[in-house]
T-cell receptor, first 112, second 111 residues
Framework: NAGVTQTPKFQVLKTGQSMTLQCAQD?????MSWYRQDPGMGLRLIHY???????DQGEVPNGYNVSRSTTEDFPLRLLSAAPSQTSVYFC???????????FGPGTRLTVT | GQNIDQPTEMTATEGAIVQINCTYQ??????LFWYQQHAGEAPTFLSY????GLEEKGRFSSFLSRSKGYSYLLLKELQMKDSASYLC????????????FGTGTQLKVEL
């Protein structure tokens, strides 16, 4: 199993550009989520999904969209990048919320 | 982050024992996780407590007191590779079905 994979590993965007961060898992997990990690802030939940076709907002959803058309994939879309979105983004999956979360390697995004 | 309190930094000596404390809001609680995160890497799961008491797993143990909103992670026989950030994570805060992460305790293990 590859586990949780994320692409790209690094990305630089200009303000106003849009892009999609990819996340995939091959463990047949129902629960997937996106976090951002900023210095001194801890990981903050952006969006999550409890199964294909179901998504919900986390703590900091503004400026981000998600979709979950398959169990395996959970892409995160930045609609119009802003410098405040400079962060490290982690995707995670688990069988359910009460289970161990498996994290992807992260995407380091810089918005100039 | 968000009313999960843990020390920012700790330093300990190789071979010693260290205890990392965490307090959280008791309103809405389903479970308490601990994760380890090395610099530049993703968090990895260490432990999960849902009932009061001590859970032991090798060199690492985790304790929970639900009435006090308190947990600790105990690391024994410290090794240099234990230098990392340790994240306290609450499931179900406020009655929701989400995870709330603390900002982490940066542990430095010295010779």
């Amino acid at each position: 199993n590859a586990g949780v994979t994320q692409t790209p590993k690094f990305q630089v965007l200009k303000t106003g550009q849009s892009m999609t961060l990819q996340c995939a898992q091959d463990m047949n997990h129902e629960y997937m989520s996106w976090y951002r990690q900023d210095p001194g802030m801890g990981l903050r939940l952006i969006h999550y999904s409890v199964g294909a076709g179901i998504t919900d907002q986390g703590e900091v959803p503004n400026g981000y969209n998600v979709s979950r058309s398959t169990t395996e994939d959970f892409p995160l879309r930045l609609l119009s990048a802003a410098p405040s979105q400079t962060s490290v983004y982690f995707c995670a999956s688990s069988p359910g919320t009460s289970n161990e979360q498996y994290f992807g390697p992260g995407t380091r995004l810089t918005v100039t | 982050g968000q009313n999960i309190d843990q020390p920012t930094e700790m330093t300990a000596t190789e071979g010693a024992i260290v205890q990392i404390n965490c307090t959280y809001q008791t309103s809405g609680f389903n479970g308490l996780f601990w994760y380890q995160q090395h610099a530049g890497e993703a968090p990895t799961f260490l432990s999960y407590n849902v009932l009061d008491g001590l859970e032991e797993k090798g060199r690492f143990s985790s304790f929970l007191s639900r009435s006090k909103g308190y947990s600790y992670l105990l690391l024994k026989e410290l090794q240099m590779k234990d230098s990392a950030s340790y994240l306290c994570v609450q499931w179900g805060r406020g009655g929701g079905n989400k995870l709330t992460f603390g900002t982490g305790t940066q542990l430095k293990v010295e010779l």
